[in-house]
């Protein structure tokens, strides 16, 4: 025990001083007090109502109606009891306050790394931080992206694991490949994991390149094959996650469009316009540098704003000046906006240059190769010619959006060559002139950029817009039309921009100043290296610490009973929740309707908010609710209530809409169509409690000569309600078709006459429907998909091989070292 704590001492201090770390820098959670993330309580709407029933049944169900009609609640919020990550998540997410947790996930992840690449632990340490601390983590925690944040904070171990599997660990580095990369899965954000799995594909690339030209391919071949055993392995314990995925995703905007008359409508994957619209600015990428080169992204202009003083010289009083420059659009980027840059830190680009001079392990060349591809493809519409090769024809790539998020990659390639910088420094291969000069260059090319920014920084930059002429006109219009003015002020934003990009400039400045004298001092042997790296590690934590805080800071906390009490019902929302009907729903016209989650919270809606929703709800919104509200749709939809607001007053209305259709409902015909199209085009005028538009591929379900009208015996009602069991009952003197106001989705959805499964079809484009026999008889629809039941089976067994795997690779490492000793 003794002999443990020697070797390992110093990887707990640093480890504790990781934890001291992440509570100083989040203080208010030692208080209770939460962070605000609008997408998380985005989320705790879409989740209501399954929280509502786990909290009921002990298990959240697999469906719910309280948004787009209904949706499976796979990317909304679904438990994998079986799946051995779930309580690997769960011991990140849950054990420590958030956002504490996922921050010290980031630090352990890439200290780890580090480690494994045989870096000195104050070294690594100073690594764990530049990789943590880069702004993109601190701002998707802040918006509440927090599956995102996990999946990129497992990035690191997982490229340990891989790395000491390719020098021969084999056990221990598949069994730490196959937990890593399984947590990631289970983090699921699938677009992180893909865009990291293409990274690692480049890696083995090049080993396999290396192997061939090394006569090494026998090690190699075993690397993989244990390495495909891990990954088999990590698919294996997220089969459930995975299946329901993959089996949902073909349905969702991410799949095969079911219209063929729109010509925007894309084969597969999402429109291109869609997923290129967050895309990087290739000029924009040197914030990696200057953070505030673009203009940040929460920067607000004050008083002493350049804008605020050009408007006092019209007129306007100090109090007036400062309100309308606080509204000014700081950032002058292309992207639609953004909360804040990807900042990798001043020193961190400074060893980051130095070691494409100096390093000579062959990871640089998967870094270098990397960082240059995921650039381009960051870039999306604003260098489409190689980004629509990957849109085209890569496999999966055109599910994803935001393709500037590829650049989390990037920020843990940035510290890894930057560290690796200093090692080899440090190794002793090189002349210390050599390294010198190399080290002078370096600090030439970052310092040299930065300083030409803070002496003349228009000199490469405009600091306009895009559509600068068009932000003047709408500017002209709101003071008075008078152009003049207008140009006045578009001019002192412009400088006021630039101001911003000098100040960070000199602020870079120093900080390469800062990193050069401390990689000076240890290479000349004027410093001891550890203290050298510790201080390193101390200014790359003050320089990133100091811009993280720009965007995540103590403001962003509250009490918890702040989140608790966010959601307060309107008079209209009490009042529709008087109503004791189970099933019904609401079209809130207040709130951005199908790109808000608010009005689930309260209600099962027509709208709602999800990236993942699906590509028939979306046709829908698209034909019947942009250019205008169809209401023959809200009432197949059986909207019972509208809520709207006055624009002038803010007060806000309910209308109960009498004509919706209720909850199941008896059709008089059916009006068969040939496909998507032509079933699109009936619903746009039709009387949905009297006719029934089907495709006629489902014709073989219907029987025209039994069916017929049920006449003013017949009778269906729905009897109970759970989210993915719906009981009705139903009376007709002979065999009568029925709609049911619940959407459609035959991927698990089942239903039940009188116990015995029958089948039923599609109507009205996204409705459930069948024949139903004469007679007296209770119908039960459940939602049983197979996908996460089987999955759930092969996630239990793939779960306990891993952890077999991880107890033989622990054995056997012991094994060895007693050995050793």
Not at 273 to 281: C, E, F, I, R, T
Request: aromatic share 14%.
């Amino acid at each position: 025990m003794n002999n443990w704590l020697k070797r390992n001492g110093i990887h707990l201090a640093i480890s504790a001083f990781f934890v001291i770390l992440c509570f100083v820098y989040f203080s208010p959670v030692l208080q209770g007090k939460v962070p605000i993330q609008g997408d998380v309580m985005q989320a705790k709407a879409m989740q209501r109502e399954i929280m509502e029933y786990k909290a009921k049944d002990g298990k959240g169900p697999l469906w719910t109606n309280e948004m787009f009609g209904g949706m499976p609640a796979y990317q909304i919020w679904v438990q994998y009891p079986l799946n051995l990550t779930t309580y690997g998540i769960a011991l990140i997410t849950d054990v420590l306050p958030n956002p504490v947790g996922t921050v010290l996930m980031y630090l352990l992840g890439s200290y780890l790394l580090f480690c494994v690449l045989k870096v000195n632990p104050w070294l690594a340490a100073a690594g764990a931080i530049a990789f943590a601390f880069t702004s993109y983590n601190f701002i998707i925690i802040s918006a509440g992206h927090s599956n995102k944040a996990l999946a990129i904070g497992l990035f690191a171990p997982i490229l340990a694991g891989i790395i000491l599997t390719m020098r021969g660990k084999y056990w221990m580095g598949a069994s730490l490949t196959a937990l890593f990369l399984a947590l990631n899965i289970r983090a699921n954000h699938i677009q992180m994991t893909y865009y990291f799995l293409l990274a690692l594909l480049i890696y083995i690339g090049i080993e396999i390149y290396h192997a061939v030209k090394a006569n090494k391919t026998k090690e190699l071949s075993k690397a993989i094959g244990f390495l495909g055993i891990a990954v088999l392995l990590s698919v294996m314990v997220n089969a459930s996650n995975l299946w329901t995925t993959y089996e949902y995703g073909k349905e969702t905007i991410r799949g095969k469009s079911n219209l063929t008359a729109d010509a925007a409508e894309p084969d597969s994957g999402l429109p291109k316009d869609y997923a290129y619209q967050w895309s990087q600015g290739v000029s924009e990428s040197f914030t990696f540098l200057i953070p505030n080169l673009y203009g940040g992204g929460t920067n607000r202009l004050d008083a002493k704003s350049n804008v605020a003083k050009a408007i006092e010289t019209v007129g306007a009083s100090p109090e007036q000046a400062a309100g309308f420059a606080a509204q000014m659009p700081v950032y002058w980027g292309d992207k639609p906006g953004t909360a804040g840059p990807y900042y990798f830190g001043a020193i961190v680009c400074l060893l980051f240059v130095f070691g494409l001079f100096i390093v000579r392990n062959r990871i640089k060349w998967w870094i270098l190769a990397t960082t240059i591809l995921f650039l381009f493809l960051s870039f999306g519409k604003n260098l489409p010619f190689i980004s629509d090769l990957f849109f085209d024809y890569v496999p999966l790539y055109n599910k994803f959006r935001a393709v500037e998020s590829i650049l989390a990659v990037v920020g843990l390639l940035f510290p890894i060559l930057a560290v690796l910088a200093v090692k080899e420094a440090q190794d002793g291969q090189y002349d210390q002139k050599y390294l010198v000069k190399k080290l002078t260059w370096s600090a030439g090319i970052t310092g040299g950029f930065a300083l030409i920014i803070a002496i003349m920084p228009t000199l490469l930059f405009s600091f306009k817009t895009s559509d600068h002429e068009a932000f003047l006109n709408t500017l002209s219009q709101a003071v008075n039309n008078d152009k003049n003015v207008a140009l006045t002020i578009g001019n002192a934003l412009i400088q006021d921009r630039a101001e911003l990009a000098r100040a960070d400039a000199l602020r870079t400045l120093i900080f390469i100043a800062i990193g050069f004298g401390l990689t000076w001092a240890f290479i000349t042997k004027k410093m001891k290296a550890e203290y050298a790296f510790g201080l390193l590690a101390l200014f790359i934590l003050i320089d990133m610490w100091q811009v993280d805080r720009r965007y995540l800071n103590n403001q962003n906390f509250v009490p918890a009973s702040s989140l608790t009490n966010h959601y307060q019902p309107r008079d209209v929302d009490t009042f529709i929740l008087a109503d004791k009907d189970p099933d019904f729903r609401v079209f809130d016209t207040s709130i951005p309707t199908f790109t808000s989650a608010d009005a689930s919270y309260f209600h099962k809606t027509v709208g709602g908010a999800h990236s993942a929703r699906l590509k028939r709800i979306q046709e829908l919104v698209d034909h019947q609710f942009t250019k205008s509200v169809n209401h023959d749709v809200l009432d197949m939809l059986n909207t019972k209530y509208i809520i709207t607001q006055d624009q002038q007053t803010g007060a806000y209305k309910m209308q109960r809409n009498e004509s919706a259709a209720g909850n199941a409902w008896i059709v008089d015909q059916v009006q068969f169509v040939k496909n998507s199209d032509e079933e699109m085009k009936a619903i746009s005028s039709f009387d949905p409690k009297k006719e029934a538009i089907v495709d006629i591929k489902y014709k073989n379900l219907i029987d025209t000569a039994k069916a017929g009208i049920g006449g003013p015996t017949a009778m269906i009602k729905l009897d109970s309600y759970h989210p993915d069991h719906m009981v009705y009952s139903y009376s007709a003197p002979r065999d009568v078709i029925a709609v049911f106001s619940e959407i459609y989705y035959d991927k698990g959805w089942k239903m039940y006459i009188d116990d015995v499964e029958k089948p039923y079809f599609r109507a009205d484009y996204t409705l459930r429907a069948a024949q139903l026999p004469a007679g007296n008889h209770k119908i039960d629809f459940i939602f049983h998909p197979a996908s996460y039941y089987m999955g759930e089976k092969i996630s239990f067994a793939g779960s306990i091989l891993l952890m077999l795997g991880l107890g033989f690779a622990v054995y056997t490492d012991q094994k060895k070292t007693k050995k050793v000793a």
